[in-house]
């Protein structure tokens, strides 16, 4: 069996403190090589809360509602005095992460990102779970100056990750919204890249096999803007960033950052920013 721990006091030491917001006590990765299985009882539970993360392959919980299979990407959660009972087999290649923590802090935050419906969330693997894991590790393994103030910051943008999954989750099943995460994310990085070219919202939407009245509906659920709106303001970030740290002409930086003319450029930067390029520049 592969296994790669690190612990808060050496030693797999249950800790209940509930006089920092969070702190974690152990964290580690677990994976079957010769081992055909690997079982974990524990009747009475654990003092503190356990997340385990499936990376790879599956593994069988025994839960409150019954046992339940967890797939790759699923993250599931015991909480203090809760019964445990898991397992899982070197047939399957399963591979599992698990973090002990507690904190004052953790059942609020833990409701609030999901846990409060379900002790089993499906999170996907798009978030480098994994990474975080191994990060947390090696701080509790080095010991760093200023260690446990970067495992509340780990255990902090793991909660974040998986909030964010269940946001992206429940927005991409919304009857009213089919638009999905990647296609935004898509759409996000060819804006941020071609902002300076002229682009025409109709001839994008049709390229994506998209109604324009659909595309710009969804990208402004997602983004609080309209496609254009996000376009210029990317456009005015750049131009204050071209007017601030280079010598180049306005009618040069209107170009740069996609405006042909340097009359519109100014009005609308004028309009946006609440000052003319060159009151910018002088500001």
Not at 172 to 191: D, G, I
Not at 234 to 253: D, G, H, P, V, W
Not at 261 to 268: D, K
Request: with cysteine; hydrophobic share 35%.
């Amino acid at each position: 069996m592969y296994a790669n721990a690190g612990y808060l006091n050496d030693a797999d030491i249950e800790i209940e403190d509930n006089s920092h917001p969070l702190i974690v006590s152990g964290c580690g990765i677990y994976r079957l090589i010769r081992q055909p299985d690997m079982t974990t009882v524990r009747p009475e539970g654990r003092r503190d809360y356990q997340l385990l993360y499936i990376s790879s392959g599956k593994a069988f919980f025994h839960l409150s509602c019954g046992e339940k299979e967890a797939s790759r990407g699923c993250m599931v959660l015991y909480r203090p005095g809760e019964s445990q009972r898991y397992y899982y087999y070197a047939k399957d290649n399963s591979e599992v992460c698990w973090i002990h923590f507690s904190g004052s802090e953790a059942g609020a935050v833990l409701d609030k990102i999901g846990f409060a419906a379900s002790q089993i969330l499906y999170c996907g693997n798009s978030f480098n779970f994994f990474e975080l894991f191994r990060d947390i590790i090696l701080e509790l393994q080095l010991k760093r100056p200023c260690f446990e103030e970067f495992l509340c910051l780990y255990l902090r943008q793991l909660f974040a990750g998986i909030e964010r999954t269940q946001l992206d989750f429940a927005t991409e099943r919304s009857p009213e919204n089919s638009f999905s995460r990647r296609e935004l994310e898509a759409t996000v990085h060819y804006f941020n890249e071609a902002f300076a070219q002229d682009i025409r919202i109709e001839e994008y939407a049709k390229n994506q096999h998209m109604s324009v009245c659909w595309f710009i509906r969804s990208f402004k659920r997602y983004m609080g803007v309209t496609p254009m709106q996000y376009i210029t303001s990317i456009r005015m970030n750049k131009a204050k960033e071209l007017l601030k740290n280079t010598n180049y002409s306005i009618q040069e930086i209107s170009g740069l950052v996609g405006y042909e003319n340097p009359l519109y450029f100014s009005r609308i930067f004028r309009k946006q920013i609440g000052c003319s390029p060159s009151g910018y520049r002088k500001g």
